[in-house]
């Protein structure tokens, strides 16, 4: 059984930083891509970022590039976003996502509808 647990969101200041991890179990990790989408309450789940096999193939949303970078560490199968220079507009739930990491889904990966994997969710706040 596929498992992705994620931890690290909360409440951080404008300007801030914080970073997710998400550790996955029951599954081929170094044949999987993983991903990172963002949601608020009533709004469709938003691609931020996206990592292929290994560290080099990463893609990130225009409204990230610059400030989050995406890494991973597959001998602990372990999947990270940084995020720096936080914005008002960043707060959201952020989820952590997986699949095999094929060439559609790499072309397609900023749509939920291609990951089968997903965490649970993790509150990002950001707030003065």
């Known amino acids: 059984q596929v498992q992705l647990v994620e931890s690290g969101g909360g409440l951080v200041q404008p300007g801030g930083s914080l970073r997710l991890a998400c550790e996955a179990s029951g599954l081929s990790f170094d044949y999987h891509a993983l991903g990172w989408f963002r949601q608020a309450p009533g709004k469709e789940r938003e691609g931020v970022s996206c990592?292929?096999?290994?560290?080099?193939?990463?893609y990130y949303a225009d409204s990230v590039k610059g400030r989050f970078t995406i890494s991973r560490d597959n001998a602990k199968k372990m999947v990270y976003l940084e995020m720096n220079n936080l914005k008002h507009e960043d707060t959201d739930v952020y989820y952590c996502?997986?699949?095999?990491?094929?060439?559609?889904?790499?072309?397609?990966?900023?749509?939920?509808?291609?990951?089968?994997?997903w965490g649970q969710g993790n509150q990002v706040t950001v707030s003065s």
């Open positions: 996502a997986a699949n095999q990491a094929t060439s559609v889904l790499l072309k397609n990966w900023a749509r939920g509808r291609v990951w089968d994997y």
């Open positions: 990592s292929g096999r290994g560290n080099s193939r990463k």
